[in-house]
Structure formats: structure tokens, C-alpha cells
């Protein structure tokens, strides 16, 4: 798992460490030194710790005037033992949307397993987002199905075409628009 860096190409655009309205502000990281780990196995430093011990994650890219963020995961998403969408929520989903971020798309090609508990903070969630959404793309399939199993889809839009999407070819907004157009397809008139 070390050897597994968040997606880098991106970062003459955003980088999190830099953006005063970000989490993550000043964080400084090591290209050398490995100190975070997924239960024993370490992971490359340039991956943010948000309080999980079990999933991290790296803020690829925010457009403030457009209102979203694209963030990618990392782990074990183990709500049931270690509380993480507690986490998630109060440590930076809230922050961004104090910057006024309503539409969220997670990346979760890395993450391997999901353990559901309460839906409270999704509903919480949920309902802040108001007119924006909360997208999960190119997650497992069976991580998609323990959500569907856990009734998160109806928080979350996930599985289908968002699941089968090459978006490391497209630039931050394209693939934010490609995304969007998928919700808006599904959404009832």
C-alpha cells in the first residue's frame, strides 16, 4: 500500500496544503518518511490523516465559485468499529461546506472494504447539502453493495456509469461535469 500515491496530476491546479480555506492549510509532508499506516501496513505520507485510523484521504481539487471538491480515499471505511464518516463529517466535509462547497465527489478505487452502522451523519450530511449532491465514483463493487445493503444510496449517488469513470483523462471540470450531468439524468422532473 505504500507504493499507492494520490492522484498528482492535478496539482499545478489546487493543492490542499496551500488553499487557506482548506482543511489541510499548511500541513507539511515527506516524500521520505512513512509514519501513517492502515493497520500494519504503511501508506505513502502524501496522504491526509483526518482522525481515521482505518481510511485517509487527499483533497485533489476545490472550485469555490462552482461549489465542489473532488477528494480521494484510501483504506478500510469502518464506521461500525472506528466511527469514521464521524470523522469525515466534522473534520472536513464541515469545513468545506463552511466555504460554501455543497457538491461532493469521493474517488474510491482504494477503498476495499466498507462496515456500516447509524445513518445519522449521512442524513445529516444529506440534508446540508441542499441543492448540491454527494457522489461516490468508481468505487468496488462490493463496497457499492454493502452501501446499497447499509440504504446509503438514498444519500448517495453511486454505482452505474459513476462507477466505470476514466477520470484521470479529463481536467478537474470536466470531469465535475461529467459527473453533474449523470446526477441531473437521474434526478426526477
Request: aromatic share 20%; hydrophobic share 40%.
Amino acid at each position: 500500500m505504500h507504493t499507492i500515491e494520490p492522484f498528482y496530476n492535478w496539482r499545478h491546479l489546487y493543492i490542499a496544503s496551500e488553499d487557506e480555506q482548506s482543511p489541510f492549510h499548511e500541513r507539511i509532508y515527506s516524500e521520505f518518511e512513512f509514519t501513517n499506516q492502515i493497520y500494519n501496513y504503511l501508506i505513502h505520507p502524501q496522504w491526509d490523516y483526518f482522525g481515521s485510523d482505518t481510511l485517509y484521504l487527499k483533497i485533489l481539487f476545490v472550485e469555490y465559485d462552482e461549489r465542489f471538491c473532488i477528494i480521494e480515499l484510501i483504506g478500510e471505511w469502518n464506521d461500525l468499529l472506528y466511527n469514521d464518516i464521524m470523522f469525515l463529517k466534522r473534520n472536513v466535509i464541515e469545513y468545506l461546506e463552511s466555504a460554501g462547497i455543497n457538491k461532493f465527489i469521493f474517488i474510491g478505487e482504494n477503498v476495499l472494504v466498507f462496515h456500516p452502522d447509524d445513518d445519522s451523519y449521512y442524513e445529516e450530511w444529506f440534508d446540508e447539502v441542499e441543492d448540491g449532491w454527494i457522489a461516490f465514483v468508481n468505487f468496488r463493487e462490493h463496497v457499492i453493495h454493502d452501501f446499497i445493503q447499509a440504504r446509503l444510496d438514498y444519500y448517495i449517488v453511486l454505482g452505474g456509469q459513476l462507477n466505470s469513470i476514466p477520470w484521470r483523462r479529463f481536467s478537474p471540470v470536466q470531469f465535475f461535469n461529467f459527473v453533474s450531468t449523470h446526477i441531473r439524468k437521474q434526478l426526477p422532473l
